[in-house]
């Protein structure tokens, strides 16, 4: 199937599917699929890995790796597009926490579009080495930072132990965690997001996250397929 082009829909609406998406690109044995835009492209390699693309900016073009293990779902093109369009220029100069950061496909593509730091939490060893990888092919900039420790533990640290909050938090925590509110509990609770702050988190579409948590409140979300993405900010006191 060397040469094939796939539609962007057609390879997202695939990679929606998660582990089971990746997975059915690997045994049909696809060599190359460029997309018929220029925004991302997968490609196959004998380590079973998949190439993306970082969509704008600095480093567009840009090839990240991803894995087609079970335990590693990367954001989805369509998903991250929207995201930083949604964001907009609010990404240029902001500090960003990546929170269970698999392979930095969000994080790098922010600092692509501006951001002054990133910070990437990641505890799994077969993440890290992609995470790691993929920091290198952007040219190890030195506004990207790995944590490998336990997401958990982690938000428990005043600001992340960073002495600073963060403008934006972006977590991605495995679909089947179940722990979303917890985790927007922990964020709330010790200061991590900046008072202007927004923190979004993706998750299964059939998952509806809470309108409030702690100082936390929902204002926006929108579905994509099987995922969607929900974005808080905090609750203005009443006078």
């Known amino acids: 199937m060397e040469g094939v082009v796939w539609k962007c829909e057609v390879i997202d609406s695939i990679l929606e599917r998660g582990a089971e998406g990746c997975q059915f690109l690997n045994e049909r044995g696809i060599g190359r699929a460029f997309f018929l835009r220029e925004s991302i492209c997968y490609e196959k390699e004998t380590t079973a890995d998949i190439i993306m693309r970082v969509i704008a900016g600095t480093q567009k073009g840009r090839r990240l790796l991803f894995s ?48 002054r730091q990133v910070v990437f939490v990641e505890q799994r060893a077969p993440s890290l080495r992609l995470l790691r990888e993929n920091i290198k092919r952007c ?37 089947q965690s179940g722990n979303i509110e917890a985790l927007l509990s922990l964020v709330s609770q010790h200061g991590t997001l900046a008072p202007d702050g927004v923190l979004i988190v993706e998750h299964p579409s ?8 702690g100082r936390l409140l929902r204002f926006r979300e929108a579905q994509y397929g099987d995922s969607a993405l929900t974005f808080f900010d905090h609750a203005q006191p009443t006078r």
Not at 68 to 85: D, N
Not at 140 to 159: C, G, K, M, N, Y
Request: proline share 9%; no cysteine.
């Open 139 to 175: 040219g190890s900039p030195p506004e990207a930072t790995v944590i490998a420790r336990d997401v958990w533990h982690f938000l428990r640290l005043p600001q992340g132990n960073s002495g600073t909050p963060f403008d934006i938090l972006f977590a991605d925590p495995p679909y």
């Open 68 to 115: 087609v293990e079970s335990h590693i779902r990367p954001t989805s093109g369509r998903v991250k597009e929207a995201l930083f369009s949604i964001l907009g220029t609010r990404m240029i100069g902001a500090s960003l926490l990546d929170l269970f950061a698999g392979t930095g496909a969000v994080g790098l593509e922010a600092l692509s579009r501006g951001a």
């Open 206 to 213: 059939s998952a509806g996250l809470p309108s409030q948590v």
